[in-house]
């Protein structure tokens, strides 16, 4: 340093004992400024005070020699401690020079500038407060020193600082928050520790509302709960514990629309592999759980996001399952927060809700941004981020468009997990209970993937699925639906609505005029549809019929009005160019009929054909029936046509009898020992009045070989007694019982006719197929 500079008011001695390496000789110079400070104090030479201060500044501090920087340094802190509780005046000259020191290569200058910082804070107390953010940014970079001195120091001052904010009242959050947000993201452990705790602190000072800026830095703290210090998560699960607790008991002051794309981000998991994300999606889902409850509708533009994150956690496994749990609630939370107001236009709802007209909307950009930044740092980059619907509070519109297509992705998505699919179909029945009209709009889109849904391999996904496929055909919002089918282009099946059917005008049946339209007025435009549909889909997957064809028709009789299903099948099928599906559609459906506790009440209605309602029912099974000439005979002895069944047994003769045929009559033999048939068994006791219900039976066991069911039927027949022993001596002989007197409204010749037309086809496809598979190896089938 130069000797013949002008130090003064510093004396040479100062000046020589303030550059001297040795730490004594500075101590000395240090109390010798201490006192030249105080002197000057006393005069109030103000002048000379700051003349000093910029010397040991300019001349030491930020010198280039490092024993003057030190002698600046304790030369420093000296004049704080004289100027006492005058510091506060010189404070901007006194920490510039220390915090330029807090950068210094030598860890041990770095030392005497954090001590030397700690004496100037001491002594000025509250009145640092205004310098706090520079403070806050030193110690920041102090706390992640390499130095474990320096950090030590550093932690002596970081704690005189807290106590400091503690206990003044005139702490400046609105300047320190967006220090806090930059600090927030870095990603050295002691710095995030330094930030945590400093949070902390903030958050238990009764006069800092650090909750009002809680959207600020709240995805920060997500990103320090996934830091692979165990002690740096367990400090900010605290945190975000204090902060939950807080928004709990004041929920009316909360930002709860600013934090839920925050939420959203990080209740999605991005790398499952790593734990402390587990740790994450447990802490922001319980978050989400509590703002849906607390904020309620206020939530719901978030909802396709929310979603997004919730409904893939449904399908954890125990290993996640508080997780899965908090994912259930928030589901079913949100679940109830839509109701049938959403479904009223925009328009109609913002009339009844609009604001005062000096009031303007909340601006979410800077938000929305930082958020974006904070995605690309921590690689969120696969994340779903929704934008609110709507920003104005006052009008809170449910985000059905993105709900729909969040539900239908995760429909399409092959990896969709079971309990995940349940939830996206309860999801979309409920908004077609809730939400009719404005969900209808999207029927068409959804309408082929639901009926793709019913080869799901759970039984209660396609449960669940035939309940919103049963909620769309029903519902009156669908009445007005003039929309075309949902079929797919590819499809090599086609199955059409019968002409009459689809002109909405009734079918000829004979020379009479029969409804063939479905009676219940609750169906609407889409019934027909999804029942061409599922008949179309039966076609092309004749495995999903065999195994859940029963099932799934069996729920939709008891879903919807089992007339309906059965009198919209055999509409479809008699029209189906397809024989052999249309007879083993047939045959499934008689089963169903004949075995099926759902369809008790529709058997009650068939069998005694009273009224022409039940007469043009009979008559629409019967014309699909004749597919199938064994479920032909059982709907005649289902309805007591026995004399029918009797002339269609006679034509048998005519058909071609195969294994498959002699196995229908074998289980329709095992039917007529069933309790369905209880009533035709007893009505062979009376002989007189049921002759052609014995001649059917007969004719039966003529059709069958020397079998199990041949011994059956034939030990049956056995029992039937004499007629001469059954009629008493009072009553005459009387006439046989036929249902063609009572029934006018029946064509029986016409029938005949037709089953003798629909046997012709079946019998020229059969000798196509067998002439196409002429061969000389061929083995007779009997």
């Given at each position: ?61 930020l010198s280039q020699h490092p024993h003057s920087r030190k002698g600046g340094l304790i030369g420093l802190a000296a004049c704080s401690i004289a100027l006492g509780k005058d510091s506060g005046l010189y404070l901007k000259e006194l920490i510039d020079p220390v915090l330029t020191c807090f950068n210094d290569s030598d860890s041990r200058l770095r030392y005497y500038a954090c001590e030397a910082l700690y004496n100037i804070v001491k002594v000025a107390r509250g009145a640092v407060l205004p310098h706090f953010n520079v403070l806050f940014d030193g110690l920041s970079k102090l706390a992640a020193d390499p130095d474990p001195n320096v950090k030590s120091g550093s932690e002596l001052l970081d704690r005189l600082l807290k106590d400091i904010v503690t206990e003044s009242n005139k702490f400046d959050l609105v300047a320190f928050v967006p220090l ?446 004749c597919h199938n000439p064994v479920a032909t005979v059982s709907l005649c002895f289902l309805t007591q046509n026995y004399r029918h069944a009797y002339d269609l047994i006679q034509k048998f003769g005519d058909l071609e009898v195969t294994v498959d045929f002699l196995m229908e009559v074998d289980k329709l033999v095992q039917l007529i020992e069933s309790p369905i048939f209880t009533y035709l068994r007893l009505q062979l006791l009376d002989v007189e ?94």
């Amino acid at each position: 340093m130069n000797t013949e500079k002008d130090f003064s008011p510093l004396t040479p001695n100062i000046v020589r004992a303030l550059n001297d390496k040795l730490y004594e000789k500075r101590k000395v110079a240090a109390l010798e400024i201490e006192k030249l400070v105080r002197e000057f104090v006393a005069q109030n030479n103000s002048a000379q005070i700051r003349h000093v201060i910029q010397v040991l500044a300019t001349e030491f501090a930020l010198s280039q020699h490092p024993h003057s920087r030190k002698g600046g340094l304790i030369g420093l802190a000296a004049c704080s401690i004289a100027l006492g509780k005058d510091s506060g005046l010189y404070l901007k000259e006194l920490i510039d020079p220390v915090l330029t020191c807090f950068n210094d290569s030598d860890s041990r200058l770095r030392y005497y500038a954090c001590e030397a910082l700690y004496n100037i804070v001491k002594v000025a107390r509250g009145a640092v407060l205004p310098h706090f953010n520079v403070l806050f940014d030193g110690l920041s970079k102090l706390a992640a020193d390499p130095d474990p001195n320096v950090k030590s120091g550093s932690e002596l001052l970081d704690r005189l600082l807290k106590d400091i904010v503690t206990e003044s009242n005139k702490f400046d959050l609105v300047a320190f928050v967006p220090l806090l947000r930059e600090r927030i993201y870095s990603n050295n452990q002691y710095a995030r520790q330094f930030i945590i705790s400093w949070i902390h602190v903030l958050e238990s000072v009764p006069d800092i509302n650090l909750l009002d800026y809680l959207p600020e830095f709240l995805d920060g703290l997500f990103q320090i709960l996934g830091d692979s210090s165990k002690e740096i998560r367990r400090m900010c699960e605290v945190v975000l514990g204090e902060f939950l607790k807080e928004i709990k008991k004041n929920p009316s002051s909360v930002k709860f629309a600013e934090m839920a794309n925050i939420l959203v981000i990080h209740c999605q998991v991005s790398d499952e592999s790593k734990s402390t994300n587990d740790l994450i999606q447990l802490t922001s889902m319980t978050w989400m759980r509590e703002f849906i409850q607390l904020a309620g509708r206020v939530v719901l533009p978030y909802s396709s996001g929310i979603l997004t994150a919730v409904l893939p956690c449904l399908s954890y496994d125990d290993r996640k399952k508080s997780t899965k749990e908090a994912a259930s609630a928030c589901n079913h939370s949100l679940m109830k927060l839509v109701t049938p107001e959403d479904d009223e236009d925009d328009e109609e709802s913002q009339t009844k809700t609009s604001p005062p007209s000096d009031e303007t909307p909340k601006k979410e950009g800077d938000l929305n941004d930082s958020l974006n930044e904070s995605q690309e740092s921590v690689g969120f980059s696969n994340i779903s981020f929704f934008t609110p619907a709507s920003s104005d509070r006052s009008v809170v519109n449910l985000d059905l468009d993105g709900i729909v297509q969040v539900l239908d992705r995760h429909l399409h998505d092959s990896s969709t997990g079971m309990m995940t699919r349940i939830a996206v179909l309860k999801w979309l029945y409920h908004l077609y209970i809730k939400t009719p009209r404005k969900m209808f709009k999207h029927t068409d889109s959804l309408f082929p993937m639901l009926l793709k849904t019913l080869s799901d391999e759970s039984d209660e996904v396609i449960l669940k699925d035939l309940e919103v496929l049963a909620e769309i055909a029903s519902s009156p919002a669908g009445q007005t639906d003039t929309s075309g089918l949902c079929d797919n282009s590819d499809s090599k099946t086609e199955l059409h609505i019968p002409s009459g059917v689809q002109d909405g005008q009734p079918m000829v049946v004979g020379s009479k005029m029969t409804d063939l339209s479905p009676s219940t007025p609750s169906m609407n435009s889409y019934f027909y549809k999804f029942m061409i549909n599922l008949l179309k889909r039966f076609s092309l997957e004749r495995k999903l019929l065999e195994v859940r064809g029963a099932f799934i028709i069996r729920q939709l009789c008891l879903l919807l009005h089992a007339e309906n299903i059965f009198h919209s099948m055999a509409d479809i099928l008699l029209k189906e160019e397809d024989l052999k599906f249309a007879s083993t559609m047939v045959q499934t459906l008689n089963t169903i009929l004949l075995t099926s506790a759902e369809l008790f009440q529709l058997r009650n209605q068939l069998k005694d054909l009273h009224t022409q309602e039940s007469c043009a029912l009979f008559c629409c099974l019967y014309r699909s029936w004749c597919h199938n000439p064994v479920a032909t005979v059982s709907l005649c002895f289902l309805t007591q046509n026995y004399r029918h069944a009797y002339d269609l047994i006679q034509k048998f003769g005519d058909l071609e009898v195969t294994v498959d045929f002699l196995m229908e009559v074998d289980k329709l033999v095992q039917l007529i020992e069933s309790p369905i048939f209880t009533y035709l068994r007893l009505q062979l006791l009376d002989v007189e009045h049921n002759p052609y219900l014995i001649k059917a039976l007969y004719g039966l066991l003529m059709l069958l070989p020397q079998s199990q069911a041949f011994q059956l039927l034939s030990h049956r027949l056995s029992c039937v007694p004499n007629p001469e022993l059954m009629r008493t001596v009072d009553h005459p002989k009387a006439p046989v019982k036929d249902k063609r007197l009572t029934q006018p409204h029946i064509d029986y010749s016409e029938l005949l006719q037709h089953f003798d037309r629909v046997q012709s086809k079946h019998l020229e496809v059969r000798h196509q197929r067998a002439g196409r598979s002429e061969h000389p190896d061929r083995k007779l089938i009997l």
